[in-house]
């Protein structure tokens, strides 16, 4: 048993694919399942959702703008990365979710597997949700499927880690940028994924991760008129109708809570609930 | 495009005063874009520099214009004009002075029961028929036009296309329906084609006059160059022969021969009328056009007459700037003007079949 | 003597238009419970054509009722069956197709050659397009035996009031849905006589349920509890107000709304094509088109010889009877839209931007605006910015591709856009950088049932034609 005191990992946000603290100074104490501190996490401000919205528009020309091919790459990078510090999240998960070793281990290494299979999807989703169309004339039609744009994400409350990587992944593989907005009691396990989405070649701003009380960051994310969409996996039932509400003043994209079994065969409702199609003419003719 | 070089000519800029192609001062105004068809490819850049024609939206253009419903006293002022401008024409190698005869009778009296009838434009024949169609038609006042540089096919020694033209200039011809030597045009011989035109045009001079006076007695014949364009196939050939074929000094732009699968089509047609149009306001210079080749019906040629209204504007709208090539398409004409004037429909017995 | 085309009217005698129309519920025509009705008026001469019931709170609850107790029996039809019902209905409409646009054109104002030639032709096109799909729905891509969603309401606009009735119905049926529909106030009447189509049709009662009235009546049903679906096109701001509406319920939500398209030509465009696109671009339907190409991006080396050429274009324009087979522009549809485009452009003028329209002979009676365009407009004007909905044209110019991308982005809006040039790669270039739902590359605003449409950012959510826009309307 050593007696060496241990170096605490100060927690902050991530925008702009740089690390800032709120800037309201605040921060709220994060705690396992049994009540025990594990750190004190950021308490995000609506100004700083207010900085991630910018830096995810900012990010949002060039991440769209990639290849699909290399947005493939960066996902399934990132997915490497987990990989090599899988047993620091199994055991913030472990931590966070008050899960088992083993349960805790499931949920790590379903969450990397869960990158590997979107990042396969980057070049393949406008061959399922595109196409030529057979119109009545000598045109050339085809609809391809393009991201929405900037995508407001509040990630599930109960699964950490598995739940957000459940909704992020599917957001920003097809170009969109996302501001997500952690678990507020289990924000940790987000907090650090921060830290491997920084050093996996995904260019800053394509994903932010702000902690705090979703309620409080929720409201000026879904009334903001820069933001296309918003995911509201995380929202209770309660807040969920004013968020929507909200978010009809620009017509954001809402994608409304549910029931989602974050172990099960994610499908590709996710993938197509952020893209909007376009359809491009051209006349054929000599 | 054009207005581009209406700028690059500033002196043209302000409208210029419309002038004939067959006129004096038309000369006067190709000199002025002298500089395009300095050489070779002087004449290449501008050419390709033209705007591009997108066939699909030209084509549907044209159809548009061609759900124009014309009617009534619309219908009666159509019909006449039709008639007015048709170049009668017989075109056969079974061609005889009497057929020849019989079609100058019907030209200058389409209608036997009806005197009220207009005569048509012009007669049109081979060289050879020219003097005969000459005769037959004497002071009527309808035009004898022939073929002329080896129609249809154009294959033949530049000499021998301007003896050819020569001959019938000298026959009596009013006016002369040349072919392009297509394949030096789709090989890119652009320059080769214009020398060639500018050429006929010479030739069309009439011994005793010049080849820039005005219409009648010792004046030159009018030059109409014929494209064929179902052999050019697209249409930016189409916009390119067109003003190569002006700035060479033609009086009418033709389509067709009528003796190749396609000939005149609404949309072929509508953009030559917009390549003149162009070139009008580019030049002032007036210059005439002439769909032939499977026009028949009474229904077809208003709705080319609604494009030239629509396109061109009343100017055009008379023989000497717009003609008909066609032979069948009179009897049609006069059947819808019996069917006018009775308010029943006539039929073929009561036309002359010639 | 000049070539003045004489008065050429499609006969009205082809349609026979009833004093008084009932709501169609339950496939039966009934007068509203409060027995209220309002006129509907032909916009190019004001006469009242008909009166048709307002529907009120309870009639749509019941129109609901109809929808529901259809939706059993409806859904479980084989795919084969609902199929042949909708190729009836596109096999009527065809037969019908005369009668039908006289009547769209008496009601909305717009020329018979549109109606007779796009709106007609188009809704057939539609019907057929989703009477194929509706056996094929296990290969559209959405799993398995996909389910209808229940009872759709749908409101439709004026503009083209049969065509998007077309466009809401079909894949509804298609899918096994049964459906309310609100037509718009000032165009109810091809909506009934469709209503008479589905009878023809042998379609069963309560499936198609139409129901007229005004903002209230649609209002009412939007917010019905007991429908599982909303479609609407329209404005904006409707739009908004139906999103909060169904916000925190199950209702799925589509909405195709308004747009403020750029029509990008280039230098080296086909010029008179282009010119062609811009005028069927704006002036098709009086402009009343939300995916209109409303501001006219020009690249500046050519604006002057564009200009000219689109000036001379629009003198050839005939406004007039909308019944004239020679008119290419016929009436605005009502007064409170010739207010709000008279309006716009008043605030046009106003704020600095040059007016110019052909000189152009309106009709005394009706309402009439003429084709209009203005130049010297800027991006700060309200003309660039709102959408007018109207035969009015804002020409702006920019540079360089890059700056014709930004200004055409630079709107809240992103239905649909134009590009003109001759350039392959400056083209797929432009068309992957607009931030719209449709691109229409050397032509505009052509349609096709196949071709999935629908808009960006606010210009709404959803897509209607094609596999797409089965997706509106099943449970995936």
């Given at each position: 048993m050593s007696d060496r005191l241990s170096v605490f990992k100060t927690y902050k946000l991530y925008v702009g694919g740089k690390f800032p603290r709120s800037e309201s100074g605040r921060v709220y104490e994060v705690t396992d399942s049994k009540g025990t501190w594990l750190a004190n996490a950021p308490l995000a401000s609506r100004k700083d959702a207010r900085d991630a919205v910018v830096a995810a528009r900012k990010a949002f020309g060039g991440w769209s703008g990639a290849t699909a091919y290399n947005r493939g790459q960066i996902l399934y990078r990132i997915a490497e990365m987990l990989e090599g510090r899988r047993d620091q999240f199994i055991a913030e998960?472990?931590?966070?979710?008050?899960?088992?070793?083993?349960k805790a281990t499931a949920q790590v290494d379903a969450a990397i597997d869960r990158w590997v299979w979107y990042a396969g999807w980057s070049d393949k989703v406008a061959q399922i949700a595109g196409g030529a169309n057979p119109v009545a004339g000598p045109y050339f039609n085809l609809s391809s499927p393009e991201p929405t744009g900037v995508v407001a994400v509040l990630a599930p409350q109960e699964s950490s880690f598995l739940g957000l990587v459940s909704v992020i992944a599917p957001a920003i593989v097809t170009g969109n940028t996302v501001i997500a907005v952690a678990s507020e009691d289990s924000p940790l396990p987000a907090l650090s994924l921060a830290e491997v989405l920084a050093t996996s070649d995904l260019p800053g701003g394509v994903v932010n991760i702000l902690s705090g009380r979703t309620a409080e960051i929720a409201a000026p994310l879904a009334a903001h008129q820069d933001v296309n969409a918003i995911d509201l996996a995380g929202a209770d039932a309660g807040s969920a109708k004013d968020l929507e509400t909200a978010a009809a003043d620009n017509l954001k994209r809402v994608l409304r809570p549910g029931t989602t079994d974050w172990t099960a065969d994610p499908g590709t409702?996710?993938?197509?609930?952020?893209?909007?199609?376009?359809?491009?003419?051209?006349?054929?003719?000599? | 495009m054009t207005w581009r070089y209406a700028r690059r000519y500033a002196p043209l800029v302000t409208m210029p005063i419309t002038v004939p192609a067959y006129g004096k001062e038309a000369a006067g105004r190709l000199a002025s874009m002298a500089d395009v068809t300095a050489d070779d490819g002087a004449l290449r850049r501008f050419l390709h520099g033209l705007p591009g024609v997108d066939a699909v939206g030209l084509e549907a253009r044209a159809a548009t214009l061609g759900t124009r419903s014309i009617k009534t006293t619309a219908k009666a002022y159509a019909i006449d004009l039709a008639i007015s401008m048709i170049d009668l024409t017989t075109l056969e190698g079974a061609d005889t002075p009497g057929k020849v005869r019989a079609l100058c009778a019907k030209g200058i009296h389409p209608d036997p029961t009806d005197r009220t009838s207009p005569k048509v434009a012009a007669i049109c024949v081979y060289p050879d028929m020219v003097a005969t169609a000459k005769e037959a038609l004497g002071d009527s006042g309808v035009h004898v036009a022939s073929v002329?540089?080896?129609?249809?096919?154009?294959?033949?020694?530049?000499?021998?296309?301007?003896?050819?033209?020569?001959?019938?200039?000298?026959?009596?011809?009013?006016?002369?329906?040349?072919?392009?030597?297509r394949g030096a045009f789709l090989s890119g011989r652009y320059m080769e084609v214009f020398e060639e035109i500018k050429a006929v045009k010479e030739a069309c001079a009439r011994p005793g006059g010049t080849s820039q006076t005005e219409s009648g007695g010792g004046s030159a014949a009018h030059l109409k160059v014929i494209f064929e364009t179902g052999e050019l196939q697209t249409y930016d050939n189409v916009r390119r022969v067109s003003w190569l074929a002006m700035?060479?000094?033609?009086?009418?732009?033709?389509?067709?021969?009528?003796?190749?699968?396609?000939n005149a089509t609404p949309p072929v047609t509508l953009l030559m009328l917009e390549a003149v149009r162009d070139f009008h306001a580019a030049t002032g210079v007036q210059v005439g056009v002439k769909p032939a080749g499977g026009i028949r019906t009474t229904k077809d040629a208003i709705k080319y007459l609604v494009m030239v209204n629509e396109t061109l504007g009343e100017r055009w709208l008379t023989a000497d700037w717009f003609r008909f090539g066609a032979s069948s398409l009179l009897n049609d004409l006069l059947m819808q003007r019996q069917k006018l004037s009775t308010g029943r429909y006539s039929g073929p017995d009561y036309v002359t079949v010639d | 003597m000049t070539f003045d085309y004489a008065p050429a009217p499609e006969s009205r005698a082809v349609v026979d238009i009833a004093p008084s129309y009932g709501l169609f519920i339950d496939g039966e025509f009934a007068p509203a419970c409060d027995g209220k009705v309002f006129k509907t008026v032909s916009p190019s001469s004001e006469e009242v054509l008909s009166e048709v019931a307002q529907a009120h709170a309870d009639d749509v609850d019941r129109a609901v009722k109809a929808a529901r107790k259809a939706f059993e029996k409806w859904s479980a039809l084989p795919g084969a069956e609902r199929a042949k019902y909708l190729f009836r209905i596109a096999r009527i409409i065809q037969e019908r197709s005369r009668e039908l646009a006289v009547l769209e054109s008496l009601d909305n104002g717009k020329p018979i050659r549109e109606s007779r030639d796009a709106d007609l032709p188009l809704v057939a096109a539609?019907?057929?397009?989703y009477a194929g799909w509706a056996d094929k729905l296990d290969h559209a891509g959405y799993g398995q035996n996909p389910r209808p969603l229940g009872v759709a309401g749908q409101v439709i606009p004026w503009n083209f009031p049969l065509l998007m009735l077309a466009w809401k119905i079909a894949p509804a049926l298609a899918t096994g849905n049964t459906v309310v529909l609100k037509p718009a106030e000032t165009t109810p009447l091809s909506a009934l006589f469709f209503a008479d189509i589905c009878r023809q049709a042998g379609l069963p009662k309560g499936v198609v349920n139409i129901i007229t009235g005004d903002g209230s009546t649609g209002a009412a049903l939007v917010a019905h509890p007991d429908i599982n679906k909303v479609a609407f096109t329209g404005s904006t701001e409707v739009g908004k107000a139906i999103a909060r509406t169904v916000a925190g319920t199950d209702k799925k939500l589509t909405l195709e709304l308004g747009g403020k398209a750029a029509n990008i030509v280039f230098d080296d465009a086909p010029i008179d094509q282009a010119v062609e696109g811009i005028v069927n671009g704006i002036f098709f339907n009086q402009g009343h088109v939300c995916c209109a190409g409303s501001r006219l991006l020009v690249q500046e080396s050519v604006q002057d010889e564009l200009l000219d050429a689109l000036k001379r274009r629009m003198q050839t324009l005939r406004v007039g009877d909308p019944l004239d087979k020679n008119t290419d522009i016929g009436a605005i549809n009502s007064a409170e839209q010739l207010a709000r485009i008279t309006a716009l452009v008043d605030a046009g003028e106003a704020e600095g931007a040059e007016r110019w329209a052909p000189a152009c002979e309106l009709p005394g009676s009706g309402y009439w605006f003429a084709p209009t365009l203005f130049t010297g407009v800027t991006q700060a004007h309200r003309i660039a910015r709102e959408e007018i909905f109207g035969p009015v044209l804002s020409v702006l110019t920019?540079?360089?591709?890059?700056?014709?991308?930004?200004?055409?982005?630079?709107?809240?809006?992103?239905?649909?856009?134009?590009?003109?040039?001759?350039?392959?790669?400056?083209?797929?270039?432009?068309?992957s950088k607009l931030r719209a739902g449709v691109i229409w590359s050397n032509t505009?605003?052509?349609?096709?049932?196949?071709?999935?449409?629908?808009?960006?950012?606010?210009?709404?959510?959803?897509?209607?034609g094609g596999r797409h826009g089965l997706e509106a309307y099943l449970n995936v």
């Amino acid at each position: 048993m050593s007696d060496r005191l241990s170096v605490f990992k100060t927690y902050k946000l991530y925008v702009g694919g740089k690390f800032p603290r709120s800037e309201s100074g605040r921060v709220y104490e994060v705690t396992d399942s049994k009540g025990t501190w594990l750190a004190n996490a950021p308490l995000a401000s609506r100004k700083d959702a207010r900085d991630a919205v910018v830096a995810a528009r900012k990010a949002f020309g060039g991440w769209s703008g990639a290849t699909a091919y290399n947005r493939g790459q960066i996902l399934y990078r990132i997915a490497e990365m987990l990989e090599g510090r899988r047993d620091q999240f199994i055991a913030e998960v472990a931590d966070a979710e008050g899960l088992s070793k083993s349960k805790a281990t499931a949920q790590v290494d379903a969450a990397i597997d869960r990158w590997v299979w979107y990042a396969g999807w980057s070049d393949k989703v406008a061959q399922i949700a595109g196409g030529a169309n057979p119109v009545a004339g000598p045109y050339f039609n085809l609809s391809s499927p393009e991201p929405t744009g900037v995508v407001a994400v509040l990630a599930p409350q109960e699964s950490s880690f598995l739940g957000l990587v459940s909704v992020i992944a599917p957001a920003i593989v097809t170009g969109n940028t996302v501001i997500a907005v952690a678990s507020e009691d289990s924000p940790l396990p987000a907090l650090s994924l921060a830290e491997v989405l920084a050093t996996s070649d995904l260019p800053g701003g394509v994903v932010n991760i702000l902690s705090g009380r979703t309620a409080e960051i929720a409201a000026p994310l879904a009334a903001h008129q820069d933001v296309n969409a918003i995911d509201l996996a995380g929202a209770d039932a309660g807040s969920a109708k004013d968020l929507e509400t909200a978010a009809a003043d620009n017509l954001k994209r809402v994608l409304r809570p549910g029931t989602t079994d974050w172990t099960a065969d994610p499908g590709t409702d996710r993938l197509l609930a952020f893209l909007e199609t376009k359809t491009v003419w051209h006349p054929m003719g000599v | 495009m054009t207005w581009r070089y209406a700028r690059r000519y500033a002196p043209l800029v302000t409208m210029p005063i419309t002038v004939p192609a067959y006129g004096k001062e038309a000369a006067g105004r190709l000199a002025s874009m002298a500089d395009v068809t300095a050489d070779d490819g002087a004449l290449r850049r501008f050419l390709h520099g033209l705007p591009g024609v997108d066939a699909v939206g030209l084509e549907a253009r044209a159809a548009t214009l061609g759900t124009r419903s014309i009617k009534t006293t619309a219908k009666a002022y159509a019909i006449d004009l039709a008639i007015s401008m048709i170049d009668l024409t017989t075109l056969e190698g079974a061609d005889t002075p009497g057929k020849v005869r019989a079609l100058c009778a019907k030209g200058i009296h389409p209608d036997p029961t009806d005197r009220t009838s207009p005569k048509v434009a012009a007669i049109c024949v081979y060289p050879d028929m020219v003097a005969t169609a000459k005769e037959a038609l004497g002071d009527s006042g309808v035009h004898v036009a022939s073929v002329a540089t080896a129609f249809p096919a154009g294959r033949a020694a530049l000499p021998v296309k301007l003896a050819d033209t020569r001959d019938a200039v000298a026959a009596g011809a009013d006016e002369i329906d040349m072919v392009i030597d297509r394949g030096a045009f789709l090989s890119g011989r652009y320059m080769e084609v214009f020398e060639e035109i500018k050429a006929v045009k010479e030739a069309c001079a009439r011994p005793g006059g010049t080849s820039q006076t005005e219409s009648g007695g010792g004046s030159a014949a009018h030059l109409k160059v014929i494209f064929e364009t179902g052999e050019l196939q697209t249409y930016d050939n189409v916009r390119r022969v067109s003003w190569l074929a002006m700035l060479a000094g033609a009086d009418f732009i033709k389509t067709s021969t009528g003796k190749v699968a396609v000939n005149a089509t609404p949309p072929v047609t509508l953009l030559m009328l917009e390549a003149v149009r162009d070139f009008h306001a580019a030049t002032g210079v007036q210059v005439g056009v002439k769909p032939a080749g499977g026009i028949r019906t009474t229904k077809d040629a208003i709705k080319y007459l609604v494009m030239v209204n629509e396109t061109l504007g009343e100017r055009w709208l008379t023989a000497d700037w717009f003609r008909f090539g066609a032979s069948s398409l009179l009897n049609d004409l006069l059947m819808q003007r019996q069917k006018l004037s009775t308010g029943r429909y006539s039929g073929p017995d009561y036309v002359t079949v010639d | 003597m000049t070539f003045d085309y004489a008065p050429a009217p499609e006969s009205r005698a082809v349609v026979d238009i009833a004093p008084s129309y009932g709501l169609f519920i339950d496939g039966e025509f009934a007068p509203a419970c409060d027995g209220k009705v309002f006129k509907t008026v032909s916009p190019s001469s004001e006469e009242v054509l008909s009166e048709v019931a307002q529907a009120h709170a309870d009639d749509v609850d019941r129109a609901v009722k109809a929808a529901r107790k259809a939706f059993e029996k409806w859904s479980a039809l084989p795919g084969a069956e609902r199929a042949k019902y909708l190729f009836r209905i596109a096999r009527i409409i065809q037969e019908r197709s005369r009668e039908l646009a006289v009547l769209e054109s008496l009601d909305n104002g717009k020329p018979i050659r549109e109606s007779r030639d796009a709106d007609l032709p188009l809704v057939a096109a539609h019907f057929f397009y989703y009477a194929g799909w509706a056996d094929k729905l296990d290969h559209a891509g959405y799993g398995q035996n996909p389910r209808p969603l229940g009872v759709a309401g749908q409101v439709i606009p004026w503009n083209f009031p049969l065509l998007m009735l077309a466009w809401k119905i079909a894949p509804a049926l298609a899918t096994g849905n049964t459906v309310v529909l609100k037509p718009a106030e000032t165009t109810p009447l091809s909506a009934l006589f469709f209503a008479d189509i589905c009878r023809q049709a042998g379609l069963p009662k309560g499936v198609v349920n139409i129901i007229t009235g005004d903002g209230s009546t649609g209002a009412a049903l939007v917010a019905h509890p007991d429908i599982n679906k909303v479609a609407f096109t329209g404005s904006t701001e409707v739009g908004k107000a139906i999103a909060r509406t169904v916000a925190g319920t199950d209702k799925k939500l589509t909405l195709e709304l308004g747009g403020k398209a750029a029509n990008i030509v280039f230098d080296d465009a086909p010029i008179d094509q282009a010119v062609e696109g811009i005028v069927n671009g704006i002036f098709f339907n009086q402009g009343h088109v939300c995916c209109a190409g409303s501001r006219l991006l020009v690249q500046e080396s050519v604006q002057d010889e564009l200009l000219d050429a689109l000036k001379r274009r629009m003198q050839t324009l005939r406004v007039g009877d909308p019944l004239d087979k020679n008119t290419d522009i016929g009436a605005i549809n009502s007064a409170e839209q010739l207010a709000r485009i008279t309006a716009l452009v008043d605030a046009g003028e106003a704020e600095g931007a040059e007016r110019w329209a052909p000189a152009c002979e309106l009709p005394g009676s009706g309402y009439w605006f003429a084709p209009t365009l203005f130049t010297g407009v800027t991006q700060a004007h309200r003309i660039a910015r709102e959408e007018i909905f109207g035969p009015v044209l804002s020409v702006l110019t920019f540079r360089t591709p890059a700056e014709a991308v930004e200004k055409a982005n630079n709107t809240p809006y992103g239905l649909s856009a134009g590009i003109w040039t001759e350039k392959g790669s400056r083209m797929l270039w432009m068309a992957s950088k607009l931030r719209a739902g449709v691109i229409w590359s050397n032509t505009f605003n052509k349609f096709d049932p196949a071709s999935p449409f629908g808009g960006y950012k606010e210009s709404g959510f959803g897509r209607e034609g094609g596999r797409h826009g089965l997706e509106a309307y099943l449970n995936v």
